[in-house]
């Protein structure tokens, strides 16, 4: 706090200097000049002027001219010696010397950080508040504020992108889509947030990257190839088309990219595995990372084992009236998120059920050994009826959710289509 206030001072004394110097030479410069010497000489100069032009002038002119100047010269030799001053500068210096420091002061009150001159202390508490949690409330608050702004000013791209991400973030991922195709033509030269657009339109389709997601990934990787979400939705999306020697290289990329330990890394050594694997190419590591995979279903399910089979959620599946006819005969997925996740924790598969029917999903159906579905506290469940019998989502696809804590049972409704 003392050098801040030492150099504070410096500042403020340099600041009157520059501006208080010329008055004080102003004000020494007009010092000393005798009023009445100076008109003396000038009614001096009249008076000899005065005398150069007496011929031309006639008795009764000249005599009242000289009169008037000998007039104004006795007045002029009054005791009293003025002195001339153009304005005394005393009440300006002290304005000048009082005004400066105290409008620093509060303009530094107002815009600056006062409480940093409290030491650490201050600052400390300060920083507290800054990372206090927010509450969902709060964000919620400051998401519609952001949104009510660009609705004001349409043409701010960094704005839709951060409005985009505050979606995400909230699960909204309709909305984050949507934020996300108003960037406009900037949106074309920024591989993060095309790879970020890719993905909230692949939450919006049940984590399918197929489509739109993985044309917007492809050109986020031809600005920058080692933007790591790019490379995971795009070699997720041709592992799907079982474009295996694409997906290889993309997801290998994506695999040094990525943080160890990750939700992320742990996703990417299963597809890897799963890659491999049908490529002949499967390692130790491989055989470790990933579960077999049932080719019936095509779905990835850890060997089965008492424990592995206990049931952790039930979930009894039924369809709307309006939606039975064009159910029959139809592929039954049931598909298990951490909600607000795009991938999937466990799946099962079954076929030539009639519905409403109960089932029940456990460890067995998790999708990564490393994050079993016990791990899940509170789940975000989807039955969905295929049109195509493949697990990847397809346009006509009858779906349904639902909400559930781990233990515990849902019902869900299968009531609408996939556009």
């Not at 406009?184 to 939450?203: K, R, T």
């Amino acid at each position: 706090m003392t050098s801040f206030l030492l150099a504070a001072s410096a500042l403020t004394a340099a600041v009157l200097a520059i501006m208080l110097l010329p008055l004080l030479r102003a004000g020494r410069a007009g010092r000393g000049i005798d009023r009445a010497a100076v008109n003396a000489r000038l009614l001096a100069d009249e008076l000899a002027a005065l005398e150069r032009e007496r011929p031309a002038l006639d008795g009764a002119e000249y005599q009242s001219a000289r009169d008037e100047i000998s007039r104004r010269l006795l007045d002029d030799a009054a005791p009293v010696t003025q002195r001339m001053r153009s304005g005394s500068a005393a009440p300006t210096l002290v304005a000048l010397a009082l005004t400066v420091p105290i409008c620093g002061a509060l303009l530094y009150v107002l815009m600056g950080t006062p409480g940093a001159l409290g030491g650490g202390a201050a600052a400390a508490s300060a920083a507290a508040q800054a990372g206090a949690p927010t509450t969902q409330r709060q964000v919620r608050k400051m998401v519609d504020a952001l949104a009510a702004k660009l609705a004001a000013h349409p043409d701010d791209a960094s704005g839709w992108a951060m409005l985009g991400r505050s979606y995400g973030v909230l699960g909204e991922f309709d909305k984050a889509a949507a934020a996300y195709s108003r960037i406009g033509a900037p949106l074309q030269h920024n591989a993060a947030w095309l790879a970020e657009y890719a993905d909230a339109l692949a939450m919006t389709a049940n984590g399918s990257p197929l489509g739109r997601p993985e044309q917007l990934a492809r050109q986020a990787l031809a600005i920058d190839p080692n933007n790591l979400l790019a490379l995971m939705l795009a070699g997720y999306a041709a592992a799907q088309h079982g474009d295996d020697h694409g997906a290889l290289p993309l997801l290998e990329h994506a695999q040094r990219e990525v943080t160890p330990g990750s939700e992320d890394a742990a996703f990417l050594a299963n597809v890897l595995a799963q890659v491999r694997r049908r490529m002949g190419l499967a390692t130790a590591a491989d055989a470790t990372a990933a579960p077999t995979t049932d080719s019936a279903n095509g779905l990835a399910s850890p060997a089965a084992s008492p424990a592995a089979a206990m049931p952790l959620v039930h979930v009894r599946v039924a369809v709307a009236p309006a939606l039975r006819a064009a159910a029959a005969g139809r592929t039954l997925f049931v598909i298990v998120r951490v909600p607000g996740q795009r991938m999937p924790v466990a799946a099962l598969r079954r076929t030539g059920v009639e519905l409403p029917v109960q089932l029940s999903l456990s460890n067995a159906d998790s999708m990564d050994p490393s994050h079993p579905l016990s791990g899940v506290s509170r789940m975000q469940v989807e039955a969905r009826l295929s049109v195509s019998g493949d697990a990847m989502p397809a346009s006509g696809d009858l779906l349904g959710t639902g909400e559930v804590a781990r233990g515990g049972s849902v019902a869900i409704t299968i009531d609408h289509r996939r556009p």
